[in-house]
C-alpha cells in the first residue's frame, strides 16, 4: 500500500520516519519531494580504461551549489535530505515528471529498502544533447513509500548504510566475490 500525504506527515510527526531537514511544503498527495544535495561524483575517466564490476572504480568529488551535466553524461548526487525508513517501509524513488521533460533521467536503482538509514545517492544521466545545469535546493526526485506485509526478517544493514554524501558503487564488495552461498 502505497502512503498518503495524511500518513506520512503522522509517521514523520510521531518519529517513525525520518526526514531532515523537512519541508512540509515538499509532501505530496502520495509522495515526498527531496531536494538536490551540493556533493557530486564524476567518474574519474582519466586513470580508467574500463570499468568492470570487480574492481573499485574512482570518482572526482565536485562539492557545489550547483553542476553541469554535459550533453549524454552520468554523474552521482545526493539528496540533501538525510532519510530514516523504519523496518516495514520501503520507498521507490522516481524523478519528477518536470525534470524528466528535461531529458534528465534520474535513478537510485529505484528502491530503497527496510530499515534505510543515509543521505540518498542519485545517478543522474542527460540525455540531451545540451547541457543542463542543476542547482542545490531544487526539488529533484520524490519518495513514494510503500508498507511492507510484515517486516523485514534483516533490514537494511548494508554497504550504503549511514551515507552521508554521494556513494561510488562498491560492487565490488559483493559477497559473490567472496565464494558465498546461499544456505539451503
Not at 26 to 31: K, L, M, V
Not at 45 to 55: A, P, R, V
Not at 60 to 65: A, G, H, P
Amino acid at each position: 500500500m502505497i502512503l498518503s500525504d495524511r500518513t506520512i506527515k503522522t509517521m514523520i510527526k510521531d518519529g517513525r520516519l525520518g526526514i531532515s531537514p523537512l519541508c512540509e511544503e515538499n509532501i505530496q498527495p502520495a509522495s515526498l519531494d527531496c531536494t538536490l544535495g551540493t556533493h557530486f561524483l564524476e567518474i574519474n575517466t582519466e586513470n580508467t580504461e574500463i570499468i568492470d564490476l570487480d574492481s573499485e572504480i574512482t570518482y572526482k568529488e565536485v562539492n557545489s551549489d550547483s553542476i553541469v551535466i554535459p550533453p549524454h553524461s552520468f554523474l552521482l548526487a545526493t539528496t540533501a535530505e538525510y532519510i530514516k525508513i523504519p523496518n516495514g517501509l520501503t520507498a521507490f524513488v522516481e524523478g519528477r515528471s518536470s525534470i524528466g521533460r528535461m531529458g534528465l533521467f534520474i535513478q537510485n536503482a529505484g528502491w530503497v529498502d527496510a530499515g534505510f538509514e543515509g543521505r540518498i545517492t542519485l545517478e543522474l544521466y542527460n540525455a540531451n544533447s545540451l547541457p543542463i545545469r542543476l542547482s542545490a535546493g531544487r526539488r529533484i526526485c520524490q519518495l513514494v513509500f510503500c508498507i511492507m506485509d510484515q517486516e523485514a526478517e534483516k533490514p537494511y544493514r548494508g554497504k550504503y548504510f549511514g551515507q552521508e554524501k554521494s556513494v561510488g558503487s562498491r560492487v565490488y564488495l559483493d559477497n559473490e566475490l567472496k565464494g558465498a552461498t546461499l544456505a539451503s
